[in-house]
């Protein structure tokens, strides 16, 4: 019997080949029998949908088009579009893992996130090191920074506690003791079926490279 597509997003201002191709995630789900699609978030990539499309939507035209139930991974902002996309249409998905996705609302996670859109934009280098490495890492994969930027300021409410509920598929929630996400205790909470894995000693940018959970990733995909 044929395996189920994975569906992967990659995080804020990275993209499919850095975050899953480049750290062994693409090899091995292949090396698992099965077809791995990318989803690049908007504002993201070159020629990609305004930056103010919501990411669930993105996330929904990624799934094929006969209808078949995908897996699915998504890491920080990926995550985040992917739970969105599953509590808009949990029927598009069989189960889901999310990534460096912490509780909404947590801590200073509002204000990091102005720190990170002001580093996108401005002249000079921020001094935050969060931000500045967002900052960078655009750069670097070659995606339009004041597009991320825009991307980032796209008005997006937190799920809400009734959102979550409805997401009642298999999610395995994966999350970085160092991560800036801090807990994700509340949100493996209102998810009916999650289940969490803490990295030791991870941070939120580590994640994707750590083998622990690609390990954790592919073990909850097979089940």
Do not use: Y
């Amino acid at each position: 019997m044929p395996h189920e597509p994975v569906l992967m997003v990659h995080g804020v201002g990275s993209s499919f080949d850095h975050n899953w191709r480049a750290t062994g995630w693409v090899d091995i789900l292949e090396g698992e029998g099965r077809n791995v699609i990318g989803v690049t978030l908007p504002g993201h990539g070159v020629g990609s949908v305004p930056a103010s499309e919501d990411p669930a939507d993105t996330v929904l035209r990624g799934c094929p088009s006969s209808g078949k139930q995908v897996d699915a991974v998504g890491f920080s902002a990926g995550g985040h579009a992917l739970l969105r996309a599953a509590a808009r249409c949990p029927a598009a998905f069989r189960r889901i893992a999310v990534l460096g996705v912490g509780d909404p609302n947590e801590g200073d996670n509002g204000a990091q996130l102005g720190d990170i859109v002001d580093g996108l934009e401005a002249d000079d280098e921020p001094s935050s090191g969060t931000a500045r490495t967002i900052r960078r890492l655009a750069a670097g994969v070659g995606n339009d920074r004041f597009a991320v930027a825009r991307f980032l300021r796209a008005e997006r409410p937190p799920l809400s506690a009734e959102e979550l509920a409805e997401i009642r598929l298999p999610t395995l929630v994966v999350l970085g003791e160092n991560d800036f996400a801090q807990t994700a205790v509340g949100l493996v909470g209102a998810l009916p079926a999650a289940t969490l894995v803490t990295l030791p000693r991870t941070d939120h940018f580590a994640t994707p490279t750590n083998f622990h959970a690609i390990e954790a990733v592919v073990r909850f995909l097979v089940e």
